[in-house]
């Protein structure tokens, strides 16, 4: 096993993907969504305290009037200096300006987290890629439908675009 990269926080961004109320509700493997919240919040709480960006990303039903009940971010989730973003596609980059606000920042680096593994997240990832982001993959701050959804994603497509690790190995150099 290689060595876990230390990543700059001035120029790393913590991405979480649509963790609302009713996302994290759906039956998930190969974690429940409650599994994923938990993993998403130490990792948010980690990034926050080393001053590194945390995104948190939602999506929201275009042409509707008024959006599914559980369409906001789980409660507590948001805090002062997040950045909200909230997308009309699968993937976060589409239509949103996320890429100016993170080159704004200087960010070079996005970590991953979120639901649905397959969809949501790796939508947001592969688009980060061909914008030229390094990525790292919180592979237990995620879950999908199926456990094989997750599994590919996370064994065949992520490794192809950058590091797939567990959440405690995601490291922030101390300022």
């Known amino acids: ?56 990303v939602r999506v929201e039903r275009p042409a509707v009037a008024e959006q599914p009940p559980g369409s906001g971010l789980v409660a507590g989730l948001l805090r002062d200096g997040d950045l909200e973003v909230v997308k009309r596609t699968l993937g976060a980059f589409q239509g949103t300006g996320l890429d100016g606000r993170l080159r704004d920042r200087g960010i070079t680096t996005l970590v991953f987290g979120g639901i649905a593994t397959n969809l949501g997240v790796e939508s947001t990832a592969r688009a980060a890629a061909d914008l030229g982001y390094d990525l790292v993959f919180a592979e237990d701050a995620m879950a999908a439908l199926t456990a094989a959804e997750h599994e590919a994603s996370v064994r065949l497509d992520f490794p192809r675009l950058g590091t797939v690790m567990t959440a405690s190995r995601v490291r922030l150099a101390a300022d």
């Open 1 to 56: 096993m290689t060595a876990a990269p230390v990543l700059d926080p001035q120029r790393t961004a913590l991405v979480l993907v649509d963790l609302m109320d009713r996302v994290v509700a759906l039956p998930l493997e190969p974690r429940k969504g409650s599994e994923v919240l938990a993993c998403a919040e130490e990792l948010a709480t980690a990034f926050r305290r080393a001053g590194a960006l945390v995104v948190l």
